[in-house]
């Protein structure tokens, strides 16, 4: 069951080219959480097919009152897109809010082991792992896999979080935690989450990890070559803004002049 202490749990769905697969992503949501969530909402990046109108179809279908379809009125990108949900969520107080792709690649059958793991981790993230229970990523593109290990372990020491997986799509936040990290000075790439959990680390927040199988068909939107290049290099990027924010240069990206240290609690 979902942890008592969420009243007001937000399930982020961003939505780009997910005609064929956003139907059964929601389906897949847990009967639990479609019942106590206070939304799950989809957010359109500005498909250039009918995949809002898809989704519109599946809010009428599947007769879930707290179900909720946007859309971006331009293509944001994908930290464009989740900056919008992360305004979203804060404006709405919801107590947390999870992202979930719409193009299956990740299970929404999770959702409850991610909120559970939030919980009694006491921690103000949880994300998903391809790798605590698949350390040789049995079922993902080789050339994938080997340039994800190496930024992963770049990510591992530098950032410190100690992660096994540092690049995935999905993750619960404490919206109270969203609120005083300044989010919206971050890319619109690929790489947003990147500069996100360095956001996190310099605010002494806390994450908690559990395991996942992923799914990697003809609709899954991983980036492809040149894009997962440029996500590496933003990535890259981001490590050398983080290391000189540590050291008192810069760091105006992440807020680090006006941004208190918080502890946890």
Same mark, same amino acid.
């Given at each position: 069951?979902?942890?008592m202490?969420f009243?007001?749990?937000?399930?982020?769905?961003?939505?780009?080219k $997910?005609f064929?697969?956003l139907?059964n992503?929601?389906q =897949?949501v847990?009967d +639990? *959480? %479609?019942k106590?969530?206070? +939304?799950?909402?989809v *957010?359109?990046?500005? $498909?250039?097919?009918?995949?809002?109108?898809?989704a519109?179809?599946? &809010?009428? %279908?599947?007769?879930?009152k707290?179900l909720v379809?946007? !859309?971006?009125?331009k293509?944001?990108?994908? /930290?464009?897109?989740?900056?919008v949900?992360f &305004?979203?969520?804060?404006r709405?107080?919801?107590d947390?809010?999870v992202?979930l792709?719409?193009?299956?690649?990740?299970?929404?059958?999770?959702?409850?082991e @991610?909120?559970?793991?939030m919980?009694?981790?006491n921690?103000? *993230?949880a994300t998903?792992?391809?790798? @605590?229970?698949?350390? &040789? /990523?049995?079922?993902?593109?080789?050339? =994938?896999?080997?340039?994800? =290990?190496f930024?992963?372990?770049?990510?591992?020491?530098?950032?410190?979080?100690?992660?096994?997986?540092?690049?995935?799509?999905?993750?619960?936040y404490r919206?109270?935690?969203?609120e !005083?990290i300044?989010?919206e000075?971050l890319?619109?790439?690929?790489?947003?989450?990147? +500069?996100?959990l360095s956001q996190?680390? @310099?605010?002494?927040?806390?994450i908690?990890?559990?395991?996942?199988?992923?799914?990697?068909?003809?609709?899954?939107?991983?980036?492809?070559?040149?894009?997962?290049?440029?996500?590496? @290099?933003?990535s890259l990027?981001?490590?050398?803004?983080?290391?000189?924010?540590?050291l008192g240069?810069?760091?105006? %990206?992440?807020?680090?002049k006006?941004? %208190?240290r +918080?502890?946890?609690h």
């Amino acid at each position: 069951m979902m942890p008592m202490l969420f009243k007001k749990v937000g399930i982020f769905v961003p939505s780009y080219k $997910s005609f064929h697969t956003l139907e059964n992503v929601i389906q =897949r949501v847990p009967d +639990e *959480i %479609k019942k106590t969530a206070a +939304e799950i909402f989809v *957010i359109d990046d500005a $498909s250039p097919d009918q995949s809002y109108e898809n989704a519109l179809e599946v &809010q009428k %279908k599947l007769k879930l009152k707290n179900l909720v379809v946007l !859309k971006n009125e331009k293509n944001l990108g994908f /930290g464009g897109n989740h900056k919008v949900a992360f &305004q979203y969520a804060i404006r709405k107080n919801f107590d947390v809010v999870v992202t979930l792709h719409g193009d299956g690649q990740y299970a929404p059958e999770k959702i409850p082991e @991610l909120l559970e793991s939030m919980e009694k981790n006491n921690t103000e *993230i949880a994300t998903v792992s391809r790798f @605590l229970d698949n350390p &040789q /990523g049995k079922g993902m593109p080789r050339w =994938r896999f080997f340039s994800n =290990r190496f930024l992963n372990f770049l990510q591992k020491k530098i950032l410190g979080f100690g992660l096994s997986d540092h690049n995935v799509g999905m993750r619960s936040y404490r919206v109270w935690a969203l609120e !005083k990290i300044p989010f919206e000075r971050l890319s619109d790439d690929y790489y947003f989450d990147t +500069e996100l959990l360095s956001q996190c680390r @310099l605010a002494g927040f806390r994450i908690s990890e559990i395991p996942i199988q992923t799914v990697y068909d003809k609709y899954s939107h991983s980036p492809g070559y040149w894009k997962t290049f440029k996500f590496f @290099l933003g990535s890259l990027h981001t490590l050398l803004d983080y290391r000189l924010a540590l050291l008192g240069f810069g760091g105006k %990206k992440y807020g680090i002049k006006n941004f %208190k240290r +918080e502890k946890t609690h």
